[in-house]
């Protein structure tokens, strides 16, 4: 079959990466074919029920966007700022600052916006194009083939294709067998998630449930095996409230508490429990068709290489979200752009191959990526902690300033002090806090494999290994263990 047109960049995916990654090559003067399966209005719409996500931002990777390509936000597109995000624990009786100062959106809007400075900027954007794989030359990616809006097979040829299809992408799975970008994700690495925007009347303060200045956090392995609810204030009296669980954490806790529940039963419950909510009664705040929806988040370090023969991956699409806070908004908006650079670099230099393509890899890991192997290790701990070692650990484990730290991806060095009260509150669950000690060694071990990412693609595979040993360590050691 023939080639409808043939553009330097097809852009796949107009959601928070593509948008953006299309914006910043059209500006430098590439042809760039913008591809989204959705309407006009409906730009980025993951799924049928919506742009499903919390919609919840650091302000510092919202500037770091303005910095790169000057887009000022505003109302509509940010709907309400948070001073933080703090996590409680299970008893409700410790809380640290998870995250600092940030916006929870209007996502539509927000979408929206970016998309028309793509178009401005003078990216071609077809809307209503299913994408279904990959136009291959040899093993090296040519363009994508698909459905046109009247369900037409067409091919679109490219020098460089942006994979920025989000988690369910078909592209990355599509790919010739390669060394380089995987293309499967493991279960276990996957929260199955979803949300509600409600409105609702305020019973009564209480910062612990709700609060208007402050994104909440509720981990709670009962609640939310392998996860964790939230509580996102909006605009009005309205939040944002869902929850996420990871498969086998859920079905280890419905076997242990003869139970039945899915994700579905979790999230009624999870809102019946909000005593702020007035006589549990609410709406759903159905604005753009997206007041409920479900979807899958991975949570895991990001696809180790971004890029392979004539193809570069961003966001979801190569498992970019925080593995223990599943903020994927950030990552997804930093790829695009630097993706965005990059593949301006590449045409320029006339050479989009594997090595052509690699400075995308170090510019990511420099910018976000060289941290999310530690909070993987992380994440895999705090699954393996019951509500009881949650509330103990949340109280004498760390300090608050070594529990943010670790968030962060920062590396504490655990306190003489936060260890000398360990041994002076005896032994109970000196076993969890032995645990924490590895899991921190860990991170460290994987941070420092992560700042020598591989300057070229020859000395990938060596690299990787290193990566899968100490990651397979970890796993060995932490296993889910909600109940
Ligand atoms: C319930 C939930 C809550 C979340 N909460 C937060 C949060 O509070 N904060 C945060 O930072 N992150 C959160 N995330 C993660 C965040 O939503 C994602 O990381 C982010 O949307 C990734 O953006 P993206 O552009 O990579 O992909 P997506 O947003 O998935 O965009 C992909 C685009 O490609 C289109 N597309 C897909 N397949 C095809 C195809 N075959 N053909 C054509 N078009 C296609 C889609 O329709 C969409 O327009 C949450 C996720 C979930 C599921």
């Not at 109302?75 to 929870?104: I, R």
């Not at 067409?154 to 920025?164: E, Q, R």
Request: proline share 4%; net charge neutral.
């Amino acid at each position: 079959m023939e080639a409808k047109e043939s553009y330097d960049l097809i852009v796949a995916g107009a959601g928070m990466a593509g948008n953006l990654a299309a914006a910043v090559a059209a500006k430098k003067g590439l042809e760039v074919l913008l591809l989204d399966r959705n309407d006009s209005d409906n730009v980025g719409k993951k799924t049928n029920w919506g742009w499903t996500c919390g919609d919840a931002v650091a302000g510092s990777h919202l500037d770091y966007i303005t910095s790169k390509t000057g887009i000022n936000f505003s109302k509509p597109e940010l709907d309400v700022k948070v001073d933080g995000v703090y996590a409680l624990s299970p008893d409700l009786n410790s809380k640290f600052l998870f995250d600092g100062v940030g916006y929870v959106l209007d996502r539509p809007e927000f979408e929206r916006k970016i998309r028309d400075v793509a178009v401005k900027n003078g990216a071609h954007y077809v809307t209503q194009f299913e994408v279904e794989g990959p136009v291959l030359e040899g093993n090296k990616v040519a363009g994508v083939y698909g459905k046109d809006k009247d369900k037409n097979h067409t091919i679109y040829k490219s020098k460089l294709v942006i994979d920025a299809l989000g988690i369910s992408t078909v592209l990355r799975r599509r790919l010739p067998d390669n060394n380089f970008v995987e293309k499967n994700v493991d279960i276990d690495d996957v929260e199955t998630t979803g949300r509600y925007i409600i409105e609702f009347e305020l019973d009564h303060e209480d910062e612990r449930y709700y609060d208007p200045k402050n994104a909440l956090i509720h981990l709670n392995q009962e609640m939310a095996p392998g996860g964790y609810g939230w509580v996102f204030p909006k605009s009005g009296n309205k939040m944002n409230v869902g929850l996420g669980v990871q498969k086998r954490s859920l079905d280890i806790r419905n076997k242990a508490l003869k139970r039945n529940d899915t994700l579905q039963n979790l999230i009624d419950q999870y809102i019946a429990w909000l005593p702020v909510i007035k006589n549990k009664e609410y709406k759903i705040f159905n604005k753009d068709n997206n007041g409920k929806g479900i979807w899958s988040v991975a949570v895991r370090r990001q696809m180790e290489s971004l890029v392979y023969d004539g193809y570069m991956g961003a966001g979801d699409s190569m498992v970019m979200p925080n593995p223990i806070s599943a903020g994927g908004i950030g990552p997804a908006m930093v790829s695009g752009i630097l993706a965005g650079e990059n593949a301006v670099r590449a045409i320029e230099a006339n050479d989009t191959s594997t090595k052509g393509l690699w400075q995308y890899n170090l510019d990511f890991n420099k910018e976000y990526g060289y941290k999310t192997a530690g909070l993987e290790v992380f994440r895999i701990y705090l699954q393996s902690l019951n509500n009881d070692v949650l509330n103990y650990g949340f109280k004498n484990f760390l300090s608050v300033k070594e529990a943010n730290q670790l968030a962060l991806g920062m590396m504490p060095e655990l306190s003489l002090a936060s260890k000398f009260s360990m041994v002076l509150k005896g032994t109970k669950n000196i076993g969890a806090f032995r645990d924490l000690l590895y899991a921190v060694g860990k991170m460290k071990e994987l941070n420092a494999i992560y700042m020598k990412y591989p300057e070229k693609p020859e000395d990938f595979e060596q690299w990787k290994s290193k990566v899968s040993k100490s990651m397979h360590e970890a796993k060995e050691r932490f296993k889910p263990s909600p109940i």
